[in-house]
């Protein structure tokens, strides 16, 4: 399978189970049910935590309602049958046209590839809503809803955003705008007074093991108890990390941070050898935030007094240990600055090989302060 077809079937458009997030499901059948579903949703939460996939979810809803009655036998309109829950069938032939992209009804937006540099943009500019503007003011061509998904809006530019305000502030007939959000106070005020919030709370570890074991049969359940942590409770974290081999790079790091003070140098060029690769982007990022992350861990159980879960067998024990050897602030100021090397790596494009094992030399420096 091509990584464009397993990016299509990991798609929030493509998955058809949401695990979590009953609460905010709920809210939104019973808006519909009592016909008072509001023309803007701000679904808000920890990035991958599934706020895409609950508005395709609701996307799915919507559009596969019956039209609505014009009248029974004797010009009487039937009575509603209200739904009970959001779950639509799969194999529904509008599902199946929403999840390969061929319903009319539903319209996106998001960051775009700029045909100029043939790059992804960093942010969803004005075109890209005026778009949505256009699809709103044209008639339905599925003669119902018409449903929007801006994915993510903090991501709008200056000018993408007020043009959205303007949409807001006029809603059409029976249309319904989903703003998905990772950090919503990023958003223009006046853009979050006019939708209704749902906000979605990362998942409990249970909750996100039995979301990989269903797409991951085959992980052991010393995996998926390392992944479920190490996603912070979001799913869409968790597959990821999953995707690109997590766990066992973890371990890797893992076994060189318990060693501190000592450094074993040999495999840690070798692994920076490994994660400096062209084709190891993916890998790289992934293991440039854990190794950030598990730096925070150890800042944040000294700060508290308090032993944060084990990722691997022992690791807050050796946290412990390793963060005897400086000051908490000095900790703090290491985690800082390795953030802003990691930064500055990216801006210049500096050797990731050389980052790598900068990080590690700083912190094994910090040790023997």
């Known amino acids: 399978m091509s990584e464009l077809e397993t990016a299509e079937m990991d798609h929030p458009r493509a998955t058809t189970e949401l695990i979590g997030h009953e609460s905010a499901e709920r809210m939104f059948l019973e808006a519909f049910n009592n016909d008072r579903l509001h023309h803007a949703w701000l679904i808000t939460g920890p990035k991958g935590v599934g706020k895409a996939t609950l508005a395709w979810r609701f996307a799915k809803f919507l559009l596969s309602q019956p039209a609505e009655d014009d009248g029974g ?17 799969p194999d529904n032939p509008f599902v199946q046209r ?5 319903h009319g009804g539903v319209a996106v937006a998001e960051r775009t590839f700029n045909e100029k540099t043939g790059k992804l943009r960093n942010d969803i500019v004005i075109d890209d809503i005026r778009k949505l ?42 249309s ?28 409990s570890e249970d909750s996100v093991q039995a979301v990989l074991a269903g797409k991951y049969p085959s992980l052991n359940p010393d995996d998926l108890k390392a992944l479920a942590r190490l996603s912070d409770g979001a799913p869409g974290k ?38 400096a690769a062209p084709k190891a982007d993916g890998e790289y990022r992934l293991f440039i ?3 950030l992350g598990w730096l925070e861990r150890m800042v944040r159980q000294t700060a508290s ?10 690791e807050s024990a050796a946290m412990a240990r390793i963060s005897a050897f400086s000051g908490l602030d ?17 801006a210049v494009n500096l050797d990731r090989r050389q980052v790598i094992v900068n990080l590690f030399a700083s912190l094994g420096a910090a040790c023997r302060r």
């Not at 036998?73 to 069938?89: H, Q, R, S, Y």
């Not at 000018?159 to 809603?171: G, I, T, V, Y």
């Not at 007094?305 to 067998?313: L, Q, T």
């Open 330 to 346: 000095q900790w703090l100021d290491l985690w800082e600055k390795m953030g802003q090397l990691v930064t500055r790596a990216d």
């Open 289 to 291: 935030e854990m190794l």
């Open 133 to 174: 503007i256009s699809f709103y003011t044209q008639t339905s061509a599925e003669g119902g809803w018409r449903v929007a998904i801006v994915d993510a809006a903090d991501e709008m530019n200056t000018n993408a955003a007020n043009a959205l305000l303007k949409l807001l502030e006029e809603p059409p007939h029976k």
């Open 238 to 275: 968790a597959i990821e990390l999953a995707s690109l081999g997590g766990v066992g790079l973890y371990r890797q790091m893992a076994e060189e941070l318990v060693g501190l003070p000592r450094l074993h140098m040999p495999r840690i060029h070798a692994l920076a050898d490994k994660l």
């Open 73 to 89: 036998l004797f010009g009487e309109p039937l009575p509603a049958v209200k739904p009970d829950t959001l779950t639509i069938d």
């Open 176 to 203: 319904i705008l989903f703003l998905v959000s990772h950090s919503p106070g990023r958003l223009l005020p006046t853009i979050r007074s006019r939708c209704r919030t749902l906000a979605l709370k990362a998942l």
């Open 98 to 102: 929403i999840m390969s992209g061929g």
């Open 305 to 314: 007094g308090e032993a944060v879960p084990d990722i691997m067998p022992g």
